[in-house]
């Protein structure tokens, strides 16, 4: 259950009504008091403020119990999430003051000039002498936003300031939001250009399938900083993390077992590239319309790529159909699809992974009467399977190496990193994915990024930890 918090200021007449009323009136309203802060206290009369979690229940249930007690004021009601966004959540701060004139002639005129004119004679200076070394943009239109849809480009604007505080948090890197207030991909394309030079890498976000993909096809192939959409690869790299130490759990190997993936859009098609490039041999891509086989025709670009990819099955069929013999199921779809009769007719001891938010494509409760390891996408159950273990340490590394792009053999470089941050002595069917709080995940991220990158020949900087 999503915790829902507001937080309530009250004025008590300590005549008529006691702290204790007020506890009454809430949690018969169904909701709980999780802390209490005391704002200002006298003989006749206190002012409080109560942090309530509302559960199930509405907001207005909990406010108007207490609008109905005898004595109590509500002066306020705050939903606490709100709270955290007012004035946006996201700073610029000067790494160093500006103390005196000296130091104003240093970092602006006149002294800035020769620092501009080095860049001007040689460009990489730039890396060095600007926050281009590590400042990423995190760019959306608008048309994919969480769960939301195309809600555009200002209701976009606080799902990427949060991405920017996870990308400094987690991985010390400065990460700007940018929503652009077009769905034009063409202009979407031509404004990333004119805005690149100040950035060392993009991370796209949240745009619509199928213009994503060439959108991002084409900025990799005409920009020399890498371009990364999260909600494809991101999403890809960590389910193979997953998959990984799942398949660890339950004793099968990668090139054996029979995978179903469950939605074909920009998660779904990298998901199955990435897998393909683990190692899978028996893929079984599936859409609402049925099972994309072998030697199919069809007009959407990449389901006709992977209609050509020797390792997918050539067997049509529902999704239910094709479930029948499965080893795992992969799901970024939608929630409901199947029950828990429908996984009993896979393998013995399979793998689910239902990550369709914030209702899974199965019930979790009913997969687990019939899998061996369940994920979700979501915090409230065990092994969440969340992108923020995947972008932060893999920009960390790109941008300590300079990457030209980041490519598949880094991507599944970073998968194995993430799945070897869960020991052999903690692995099991409730913890296949780490913490996104686990401090070794971005290192651990980094050190693959660099050192694939180093290998592939897409870096242009060797970090001094690795020479």
């Known amino acids: 259950m999503a915790q829902t918090l507001i937080i309530v200021r009250l004025e008590l007449d300590h005549e008529q009504a006691s702290f204790g009323d007020v506890a009454g009136a809430i949690s018969q309203a169904g909701g709980d008091i999780t802390s209490i802060d005391v704002i200002s206290s006298g003989k006749g009369s206190s002012i409080r403020d109560i942090t309530v979690d509302t559960g199930d229940q509405e907001e207005a249930t909990v406010v108007q119990a207490l609008r109905k007690l005898q ?128 950035f060392g890498g993009i991370n796209l976000e949240d745009i619509s399938s199928p213009r994503c993909f060439e959108i991002e096809r084409r900025l990799a192939e005409e920009l020399d900083i890498p371009v990364f959409h999260d909600d494809q690869h991101g999403t890809a790299v960590v389910v193979t993390a997953g998959l990984i130490n799942a398949l660890k759990v339950v004793g099968k190997e990668m090139n054996e077992v029979r995978v179903v993936v469950s939605g074909v859009g920009a ?22 319309e049925g099972a994309i086989v072998n030697g199919g025709k069809y007009d959407h670009p990449m389901w006709q790529w992977l209609a050509e990819q020797p390792q997918v099955e050539k067997q049509p069929g529902s999704l239910q159909e094709v479930l029948r013999g499965a080893d795992v199921f992969i799901g970024v779809s939608t929630g409901g699809l199947l029950t828990g009769d429908h996984i009993k007719t896979m393998n013995e001891r399979p793998i689910v992974f239902a990550l369709a938010n914030p209702v899974p494509e199965v019930k979790p409760e009913e997969a687990l009467a019939h899998a061996a390891v369940v994920a979700t996408g979501r915090s409230d159950y065990p092994n969440q399977i969340n992108n923020v273990l995947v972008f932060p340490g893999v920009f960390r590394g790109a941008l300590d190496c300079r990457a030209k792009e980041i490519n598949e053999p880094m991507k599944l470089a970073a998968a194995e990193a993430i799945a070897s941050a869960v020991s052999d002595m903690e692995r099991n069917e409730q913890y296949i994915i780490p913490s996104i709080f686990n401090d070794h995940v971005v290192p651990l991220v980094r050190k ?20």
């Open 267 to 288: 998660a779904g098609v990298c998901i199955c590239k990435m897998l393909l490039a683990a190692g899978v041999t028996k893929l079984v891509p599936v859409d609402k």
């Open 71 to 198: 004595g109590v004021k509500l002066i306020n009601v705050s939903d606490r999430t709100f709270l955290m966004h007012l004035g946006g959540k996201i700073a610029i701060e000067p790494t160093l003051p500006i103390r005196n004139r000296d130091d104003l002639s240093q970092v602006y005129t006149p002294g800035v000039a020769k620092v501009c004119a080095a860049i001007h004679e040689s460009q990489s200076k730039a890396y060095s002498l600007t926050i281009k070394r590590n400042t990423v943009a995190v760019i959306t239109d608008g048309t994919a936003v969480l769960g939301l849809g195309d809600i555009g480009p200002y209701a976009a604007a606080p799902v990427m300031e949060g991405k920017a505080m996870l990308f400094k948090q987690l991985a010390g890197v400065d990460a700007f939001p940018i929503c652009l207030d077009t769905t034009d991909s063409e202009e979407i394309i031509r404004t990333i250009k004119a805005v690149s030079p100040i």
């Open 448 to 467: 693959a990024i660099v050192q694939a990158a180093i290998a592939t020949k897409v870096a242009r900087r060797i970090p001094p930890d690795f020479r």
